[in-house]
């Protein structure tokens, strides 16, 4: 046998395996996730999140995911709370997938005249005029996520907008936009 046929076959024999040792995510895969989120779909700084796949195809999986952030209060400001659940899509067939998602975030949380914590920082306004304001976003997540399907680490980063729906406080009006991006790192299991 001559070297060219040599190199061949093994290039064919290596591209044969690497295929096959591809890890897929399917519905023996690990389908629960816990990790913690700067910002992102909860609105406020920091969240814990659980998500927990429901529905698995070739291509893509859906999610699910409830979360929890608390920032306490700072000197007489009001703690700022988000509660979100968001339902995200996965495309992608191994480790590495482009996500898309939407859900609603009750969040409570600090405003005062000329200073929202998600936008200008420039107003003139004391720390008596701080209210809080309560009311329910709508999130969106658009980005990258990581996870292997035998479970471990776990990254998530992309591009988190929200959309204020309702307020239950006269301070800020609906409809108002909070663009917004979203860190995260957990454990799948």
Known sequence: M????????????LTFTLLNGQESF???????????EAVGTSASPLSLNYDRVLFI??????NLSLGFGYF??????????????TINISMGKTKHF??????????SGLE???????????????IADAESVKGLLWAFRLGYKYQRPTGGFFLRVG??????????????????????????????F
């Open 2 to 13: 001559n070297l060219k046929k040599i190199i061949i076959l093994s290039v064919l024999l």
């Open 26 to 36: 399917d519905s023996n895969s690990k389908k629960n996730t816990l990790s913690i």
């Open 57 to 62: 195809k070739p291509n893509y999986h859906i």
């Open 72 to 85: 306490p209060s700072v000197k007489d400001w009001n703690p700022i709370i988000g509660v979100p659940l």
């Open 98 to 107: 482009f996500e898309v998602g939407t859900g609603l975030t009750y969040n």
């Open 112 to 126: 005062q005249s000329g200073y929202d914590y998600f936008g200008d920082f420039s107003g003139n306004s004391s």
């Open 159 to 188: 591009f988190t907008p929200l959309f204020r729906i309702k307020t239950l406080s006269d301070l800020k009006p609906e409809n108002e936009f909070i663009p917004a991006f979203g860190l995260g790192i957990g454990y799948s």
